[in-house]
């Protein structure tokens, strides 16, 4: 019997991608965050299709409601505008704080209470956002948390298949997999059809226009 994998699956075009790398050689556990970020409706709408989809052996929504209470991130705070312009500091106003290790932790005890020996994550260091989260050495140091902070005989590897892809490339892989990109949302905002103006959706339609290929979600500006 194959291994069991738990991906982390936002419903994003990184995570729709990951999920089906993950498909190729591993049993899928698939799990999803809603911590009060603005596009909560529509992440979990998507989620729950993709779960539709890929078919996983099992599927859990975790809830962090103190994310929202905290705030301190345009992606989740009613006071903070999500910016359509890149900002000039190193660290945009969406990165949310420590929101990968939180995550990781999560999956980490999930992980070893159901017997899955890899953690999918589709953090990307070539074009994403400058989060610090995102990066090889923090998923170095975490890797080395988990060998710490489990149970000796508990063998747990974090795996990250498309951290130094563009987003071109993870768009390549994609079609080639057959990611259902269609059922995928990476818009910031909260609209029925997907912004266009945000950096994440600027992302998205870059890296479709450069592989080559049309994306399946609608626009309001394309």
């Known amino acids: 019997m194959k291994e069991l994998a738990i991906v982390l699956l936002s419903s994003g075009m ?12 591993y049993r899928l556990a698939l799990l999803h965050f809603q911590y009060g970020q603005k596009a909560y409706k529509k992440e979990l709408e998507c989620f729950q299709k993709l ?31 999500i910016p359509e312009k890149e900002e000039e500091e190193e660290i945009p106003s969406t990165y949310v704080a420590f929101r990968n290790a939180i995550f990781l932790s999560i999956a980490t005890a999930w992980a070893e209470i159901i017997g899955a020996t890899k953690i999918f994550i589709g953090v990307n260091q070539i074009d994403f956002s400058g989060y610090p ?22 063998k747990i590897k974090i795996e990250t298949p498309i951290i130094n892809f563009s987003k071109k490339e993870i768009v390549k892989i994609g079609i080639k997999l057959g990611t259902p990109f269609h059922l995928t949302w990476s818009c910031y905002r909260e609209t029925e059809v997907a912004c266009g103006k945000c950096a994440s959706c600027k992302l998205r339609l870059k890296a479709f226009k450069e592989a080559e290929v049309k994306d399946p979600i609608p626009y309001q500006i394309s």
């Open 133 to 154: 989260d995102c990066r090889s050495e923090f998923i170095e140091a975490f890797q080395k948390a988990i060998s710490l902070g489990t149970k000796p005989e508990t």
């Open 14 to 25: 990184d995570s729709a991608v990951c999920t089906s790398i993950a498909s190729q050689n």
């Open 51 to 81: 779960v539709e989809f890929f078919k996983p052996e099992k599927a859990e929504i975790i809830y962090l409601p103190f994310f929202k209470n905290w705030g301190g991130s345009s992606l989740i705070s009613n006071e903070m505008e």
